[in-house]
């Protein structure tokens, strides 16, 4: 190894000198091997100290460098060009850092020469084994992505587009602005915000090269500096470039919440537009997370849209939006098990809302006012459809079916429409002429029912296929009784619940005596133990071999059962019937519960010893159904179709498609026994694949709602983003529904439940959340004249290719509530910052008054500075732009009002042009300042009106002195923080955080707009607190640095990074996830780890990490470290 080495050794002036002998470090590296030259000089970044440097790299022949001076960050690219333009390969130059690791940190001279000694030795050794390394060149996309449309944002995005290079600008909410939109004014000089940000949101909107994209975040970024490739989602608007901004959808939505925008004081609708100059100045729809009632929902009823025009008192429109998707609206009022009820946010709270007895009083109160209700524009077609049962799968799907123009023809066997809804539930439940008006209604749509045919009799499948039905839909349902399979069971006196009840209401009288016992515990068995009642029985028990927390009947109809006089015995089991004289001798065991079964509960086990004989006149047995899979069989009863291990039709659990051609089954022969909203949602599925089968299409993604498992919530959570968390909402009573009273009732078969008046209704309706925010009622629908509203608008995923990216996402501001001594949140008239902003702002709710919330205007306003700032628990930076708020805060309270103004601050820090005239102006208008941190703010006890109703309570630290102020309000300056999504978006831009939680630059002074990841740049208050012209010379400088590396049309990669050796990876992934720059990646065919070296920045991390040894550092080799190591120790 022939090595011609040369050291360089900066005074730094005195930086380094006056700490560090030169002279004695200098003599000391000549001295050592392969050293050809050692030298000194006062500065060796002067262009004198580079010259030398050039000279004697020339003269020498060195063959490598060291220079021992400070900054390598920013001096190592000085002095690796000057090698260069010698003749030497810049990587055969190494730096060494005496002055941050030595001078500035010593105050011995000649431990601090010591040391110089090694750092500099070391860097020798090592560049004995550098070796001459190639740079590498990658062409750049010149267009750019800026990711935040505040000020920042818009003026990067105009700069960059003067250059006619194409931008595209990215901005998550649904106009751009950020927070200099919410501002009144600016300070120091007062102009007006809007005045000042308007014109650039317009000229946004007008360039043609700006391609803006709101409502909009980046959710995957891959790539390297020139060569992004970044995946934006846009979300759905659900409202089109038509829209005029009349506001028409405005005033007709029902649904309001508070408004971020206007710092929570005010409200807006779902439907909105954040401010008047909006760019793009359209409205846009919020819609969050699909609210839990309607996700329940099997046919997916828009619960949360009728509650919010009920609450509206637009009655019509309710009952008009329910019946748009529900084919049996008044049925489901009545008789639906309500799982939207189940999954209600308002049940953490206190109580679930009425949602089904809102949906009957809707339904009601149009027909007990004859409102016809408009049906769908139908387009007729050709095709034929045959649904073979009239329950609700069937109906269902004839429904939709015959709403999408097919001929739909129904079959039922009964001389009754409405399977188990007319022939299994008694009219105190279910009144016959509201099932007749059901049936009347699917009639008007071209529904053609045929009554008293049966499948297996009166025709087959195959007949009717040959009559012309493109399709069949098999809706027989679960009308056979399952017997109890114990001695006796056949015995005169004895019945099956289903046939019961079957007979009952087909008019067959069943006679009945005067005891009746029945057994099972779901609803078949309280229909029928209410029904017994009423047909004369004196004494009707009910039998459960479980205990009431297991019966599958709904809670309810077990209190109206008991409330009706009849008896439940529970842990009770028939084992044996017998002739008993004129009665029925029922043997009976008591029981207890095990482990769950199969279905959950507790599995009953007899106990031994404990029968006994119980006599009644009749026994009516209710403790299951089944379907009636013998009418689907061939003449030696094998079934055409495919049945499953539970006696059930076996379909495809998508389409519904049986293992027949063009045969389709739903409802309960397909789920057993079930629930009529369960068996419509299959009924309505049934009916999209059908659709799609007659269309030709793969029976493939459906859009018919199945009901997903909903994330269980806790009172933590919030129905949607801007409201309080359950357990922060007030609590409001449940309006329960009237009902007969139970000994009038149980006479004869009058609905049971009365129904809610109109002030229940409204009442009730009040209490829901809004979860979601739109709970799609459509109104908007209907007033826009445009047709701009379009609620089935679907989000767009896009990848963009861009050569750089500029992040400018701002901040948020600090939330004063965790502070309660101020009392944010609790006590009336304390204000936040923003808040305040847009009271004072003409397009505020106030108009630009400032008012406390009684309506008047304060006599004494409070200014607190540096709530959340500068403060050991929150944080300790400065954010400072809080003094200077606070001072234009005071002018305009002064300006508006003849209030008093008290500013309490730590500190007046007036850095900026114009600040402290601004300051003195302010003082001058008698303002009120006390210096001294605010202890707490509290309501005031006394009566006296001339005092305020809040004391703000301090130490006046000028004067020395404990002091309260009675003020009428208050207003807190707090803290500008990092975004919440900080850390997410730092990981998908592989850039860093400072400690402080901002965006981290490359250098603070000397490159405050680059970041450690090449190509990308930050501007604003996401890189740290700043103010208005901060950000935009920031974003200035930003935009400058992308055009000035547009321009060049390449950029070199450097060549120090990892590389890894393939035959020895062994595919742990260790160092995927240390990697601080995400520059590698899992190849999942080979195997292996791989590198992208664009992203790579050699840091070594990965290398020390791997323990197969497999990652090695190009420019960092073991060979290379162990010889600096020996270097410092030599």
């Given at each position: 190894m022939n090595q011609k080495i040369g050291v360089f050794i900066c005074h730094c002036g005195t930086n380094i000198a006056a700490t560090v002998d030169v002279e004695e470090v200098t003599q000391f590296m000549a001295q050592q091997p392969n050293v050809e030259y050692s030298t000194n000089n006062l500065f060796m970044c002067s262009q004198p100290g580079q010259l030398m440097l050039q000279r004697y790299i020339k003269r020498k022949g060195l063959n490598g460098v060291v220079v021992a001076a400070c900054s390598p960050q920013m001096h190592e690219l000085t002095f690796?060009?000057?090698?260069?333009?010698?003749?030497?390969?810049?990587?055969?130059?190494?730096?060494?850092?005496?002055?941050?690791?030595?001078?500035?940190?010593?105050?011995?001279?000649?431990?601090?020469?010591?040391?110089?000694k090694a750092i500099v030795n070391a860097a020798v050794r090592r560049v004995a084994w550098q070796e001459a390394l190639e740079i590498s060149h990658v062409k750049i996309n010149p267009h750019t992505m800026i990711v935040g449309a505040g000020i920042g944002g818009i003026q990067a995005a105009l700069e960059i587009a003067e250059s006619g290079n194409q931008v595209y600008l990215v901005e998550r909410e649904s106009t751009i602005g950020g927070r200099m939109a919410q501002f009144d004014k600016t300070f120091p000089t007062l102009d007006c915000a809007a005045c000042i940000l308007t014109p650039k949101m317009v000229s946004v909107g007008h360039r043609k090269n700006i391609n803006l994209m709101t409502l909009s975040e980046v959710e995957k970024v891959e790539g390297f500096i020139g060569n992004f490739t970044v995946t934006v989602r846009t979300k759905a608007r659900y409202v089109t470039d038509a829209c005029t901004s009349c506001g028409a959808c405005v005033k007709a939505c029902p649904v309001e919440v508070p408004n971020w925008f206007e710092g929570l004081l005010g409200k807006k609708t779902a439907i909105y537009k954040l401010f008047p100059q909006a760019v793009p100045n359209t409205y846009v729809i919020d819609k969050e997370e699909t609210p839990p009632c309607i996700e329940a929902c099997p046919i997916r009823q828009e619960a949360a849209g009728y509650v919010a025009l009920i609450r509206d008192r637009k009655f019509k429109e309710a009952a008009q939006l329910i019946r748009l998707r529900n084919p049996l609206p008044a049925v489901c009022g009545r008789v639906c098990y309500h799982p939207c009820e189940t999954e209600c946010n308002r049940g953490y709270v206190d109580q679930p809302i009425a949602i089904q007895h809102l949906k009957r009083f809707a339904l009601d109160w149009a027909r007990q006012r004859n409102i016809e209700l408009v049906p769908p524009k139908i387009e007729r077609r050709e095709e034929k459809v045959a649904i073979i049962g009239s329950g609700p799968a069937g109906l269902t799907c004839a429904h939709d079916l015959a709403v999408k123009g097919y001929q739909v023809t129904v079959y039922e066997r009964s001389s009754l429409l409405g399977g188990l809804l007319g022939l299994g539930i008694p009219a105190y439940r279910l009144p016959r002429h509201l099932l007749r008006e059901e049936i009347s209604y699917l009639r008007d749509l071209g529904i053609d029912f045929r009554t008293n045919v049966t499948l297996g009799k009166s025709f087959s499948l195959e007949q009717l296929k040959q009559q012309g039905f493109k399709a069949i839909f098999l809706a027989i349902g679960a009308q056979s009784g399952v017997k109890i399979e114990i001695p006796g069971e056949n015995t005169e006196g004895v019945y099956s619940g289903v046939d019961f009840l079957r007979r009952f209401n087909l008019g067959v009288r069943t006679a009945l005596g005067k005891k009746v016992a029945v057994i099972g515990g779901g609803n078949t068995a309280l229909d029928a133990a209410r029904t017994a009642l009423r047909l004369g029985a004196e004494r009707v028990v009910i039998h459960y071999r479980r205990t009431r927390s297991e019966m599958p009947a709904s809670p309810y109809e077990i209190e109206d059962t008991e409330a009706e006089g009849v008896a439940i015995h529970y842990l009770i089991a028939p084992i044996k019937i017998a002739k008993a004289h004129r009665s029925l001798q029922m043997t009976c065991v008591n029981m207890q519960l095990g482990e769950p079964d199969a279905s959950g509960r507790r599995r009953p086990i007899s106990i031994s010893g404990s029968e006994h004989q119980l006599e009644f006149d009749n026994i009516i047995v209710a403790i299951s159904q089944k379907p009636e899979i013998e009418v689907l069989a061939d003449e030696k009863g094998v079934p055409h179709l495919a049945l499953t291990p539970w006696g059930t039709l076996q379909v495809d659990q998508d389409s519904l498609v049986t293992n027949q051609e063009g045969v389709f089954a739903g409802g309960d022969v397909v789920l057993g026994p079930s629930t009529v909203i369960a068996s419509m949602g299959l009924g309505r599925r049934a009916a999209e694949s059908i659709d799609k089968y007659l269309n030709g299409q793969p029976l493939v993604d459906f859009k018919t709602h199945m009901p997903k498992p909903i994330v269980p919530r806790g009172e933590t959570f919030r129905p949607h983003r801007y409201s309080p968390m359950f357990k922060d909402l007030p609590k409001q009573k449940r309006v329960e529904m009237s009902k007969l009273d139970p000994k009038i009732r149980n006479r004869d078969f009058s609905e049971v439940e009365i129904g809610f008046s109109e002030e229940e209704a409204v009442r009730e309706a009040t209490r829901c959340l809004n979860c979601g925010v739109c709970v799609e009622c459509l109104e908007c629908v209907k007033v826009c004249d445009p047709e701009a509203i379009d609620h089935e608008m679907q989000d767009r995923v896009q990848q963009i290719k861009v050569g750089q990216i500029l992040l400018s996402t701002g901040y948020d501001v600090f939330d004063a509530r965790v502070m309660s001594q101020y009392g944010y949140g609790k006590l009336d008239n304390v204000l936040s910052g923003i808040e305040f902003e847009r009271m004072l702002s003409a397009t505020g709710g106030t108009g630009g008054k400032i008012l406390c919330k009684n309506g008047q205007p304060p006599r004494a306003v409070a200014v607190i500075h540096c709530v959340g700032s500068r403060d050991e628990n929150y944080h300790k930076y400065c954010s400072r732009v809080c003094c200077m708020y606070a001072l234009k805060f005071a002018h305009l309270v002064k300006d508006r009002t003849k209030a008093e103004v008290y500013q309490f601050y730590i500190d007046m820090r007036a850095y900026g042009k114009g600040f402290e005239e601004f300051y003195k102006r302010v003082l001058l208008e008698g303002t009120n300042v006390i210096r001294g941190k605010v202890a707490e703010v509290v309501e005031s006890g006394w009566s006296n009106k001339e005092e305020g109703h809040l004391i703000v309570r301090c130490e006046d630290t000028l004067i020395g002195k404990f002091r309260e102020i009675p003020v009428d309000m208050v207003v807190l300056c707090s803290a500008l923080e990092p975004r919440q999504d900080t850390a997410k978006v730092r990981q998908l831009f592989s850039i860093s955080l400072s400690p402080d939680g901002f965006f981290l630059e490359r250098h603070p002074k000397l490159d405050p707009t680059s970041t450690m990841t090449d190509g990308v740049y930050i501007a604003g208050c996401c890189q740290g607190p700043k103010d208005i012209p901060d950000t935009v010379a920031q974003a200035s400088s930003a935009a400058a640095r992308i055009l000035a590396t547009a321009q060049k049309g390449e950029v070199e990669i450097d060549p120090i990074r990892a590389q890894i050796k393939e035959e020895l990876c062994s595919g742990c992934r260790m160092c995927n996830s240390v990697c601080p720059y995400f520059a590698i990646s899992f190849d999942e065919q080979k195997k292996i780890s791989i590198i992208n070296d664009a992203l790579c920045k050699?840091?070594?991390?990965?290398?020390?990490?791997?323990?197969?040894?497999?990652?090695?550092?190009?420019?960092?080799?073991?060979?290379?470290?162990?010889?600096?190591?020996?270097?410092?120790?030599?």
């Open positions: 690796r060009k000057a090698c260069e333009e010698a003749g030497l390969n810049r990587y055969l130059f190494q730096m060494a850092n005496i002055r941050e690791q030595c001078s500035w940190i010593h105050d011995d001279r000649a431990q601090a020469t010591e040391k110089a050699g840091c070594g991390t990965c290398v020390a990490t791997c323990p197969a040894s497999a990652i090695t550092g190009k420019g960092f080799t073991d060979q290379q470290i162990y010889a600096e190591i020996e270097g410092v120790l030599a």
